[in-house]
């Protein structure tokens, strides 16, 4: 079964955070670092991946991203600091290749 992914991303100030899914989460961050596809994460540049989680059930990844949606800021930030508290761009060092 193919994984999916929900991962969230802010931009260079951490000031913006956006909440995507993807059935490829390695090509969907290379297109948000190089501003393709989604208007919003290009708009306020955020292309630093700071959280993600994997699913085997796309439908289960789709529940997920839309509960961190529904939650406020305040949730989102605990979310990512009980995995990420610097921020750090989990995505750094990744090598971007696609057949």
Not at 67 to 75: E, L, Y
Request: proline content about 1%; aromatic content about 14%; hydrophobic content about 30%.
């Amino acid at each position: 079964m193919k994984k999916s992914y929900v991962y969230l991303l802010a931009n260079k100030t951490n000031t913006v955070i956006y909440v995507g899914v993807t059935s490829n989460l390695v090509k969907r961050i290379y297109e948000h670092k190089n501003g393709v596809g989604h208007s919003f994460t290009s708009r306020y540049n955020c292309n630093k991946l700071i959280y993600w989680e994997e699913f085997s059930d796309i439908q289960k990844a789709i529940e997920r991203e839309k509960q961190i949606k529904a939650g406020n800021r305040r949730r989102k930030e605990q979310l990512v600091n009980s995995e990420n508290p610097n921020r750090k761009d989990l995505a750094e060092g990744w090598l971007f290749y696609f057949d």
